[in-house]
């Protein structure tokens, strides 16, 4: 066996720059996979991170009304897309509602929050929901400044999400009614650390606008976020964020039927409910979700070309070294050498130089794919799947490639190859 890869690297060392320049698609395919591959991970576990803040039954409900009234009887067929009539009266709804908002201006749409919450209840698909409204602040936190968001909640906001208040409590029903400036502070476990110097974040103060909170419970998470009573929320929020619920849906049918007949519900039955839809952020990337592996899979494939492309200039290289090498192949076959012999001969060059190769394209896709996670801000997942794909093609691409030369050299008649010149 140590014979077979001695003379094989012999083999090698004499032509490097051949070897080299065979194994290149070889480098660049097993590269290109691993980059796909561990960007897919990367970007499905961002994905992931973005929507498992919250439990499986429970959705983010938006009220955006853009600030327009909808006036117009012809918006029920907006949203039938099983209607022949839907795609012209939608049109004429738009234009509709584009001359009125030209002629009558931008109408800002009445909100209460408990009346609303009242509404929404009654919906035969709601089991339970709370108020949840969210901003983008600076925060001032002893000497530093925080990006964080703010969300305005109730103080029954953790049975909706699945980060547990790991130190502290959260905040009473009384502090929400009285405006106490309490919160409760979301951070990852590096950040937490950094603060313990401080003696750590409870009963510290966080200051958003000239208001100091008093730090009364610690939720460990990706982000930094920060959770106060939602009687803030007027206060604080601007005229850009929306008013928001965080709301458990019944048990029965799947999570996007569920979602679908609730907003149906919504639009028919509560007053302004035509405004009310799934948070665009989560919805949006629960269809990533969905498509994201069949993607990854499509390009992945796509980059597995050069990696057929490689392996066919393999065996075009090895069928060529089979005939420079036919008067040493004679040699060898007329002292005895078996057909078995030549053929593990020339499948452990192959295997070899195409492992080479793939150990060159898997160390050069790790480094790309650590430098592209970390310039695209893409949690840094070491792609244990693209290196097994990776090992899986150099095996199959080295033995599939090396079949052919080596059953060629053993065919060969040793006379015929001693003749040879």
Known sequence: ??????????????????VFMTTLGIIVGIASVTLILSLGEGVTTLVKRQIASYHEDVMVLSYSPDKKKSSSSLSAFKGDPDSPLAGLMGFITDMSEKKRTEKEGEWLLPFDIEQSKADLLKSPFIESLIFFGRSPYKADYFDQKLSLTINFSENTFPKYIKEKIIAGRSFTSMEEKDRRNVAILKLNHKEYQKHLRHGGVLDQYITIEDQSFKVIGLIEGSKTELFVPYTFFDELATLEDNYQFLVKLKPGLNFDKKVKLMLAWTHQFVYNGDFYQQDSDISFFREILKYLPRFTILMSVVAGISLLVGGIGIM?????????????????????????VMIFQFMTETVLVTSMGGILGIVLGVAVSTVALKLFSIPPVFPVISITYGVVFVLVIGITSGIVPAIKAAQLDPIDALGHT
Do not use: C, H
């Not at 140590?2 to 090698?12: D, Q």
């Not at 075009?316 to 078995?340: D, F, L, P, Q, Y």
């Open 1 to 18: 066996m140590f014979e077979y890869i001695r003379l094989a690297l012999n083999e090698i060392r004499a032509n490097k720059i051949e």
């Open 316 to 340: 075009n290289s090895m069928i060529s070294s089979v005939i420079k090498r036919t008067k040493e192949i004679g040699i060898r076959k007329s002292i005895g050498a078996k057909k078995r």
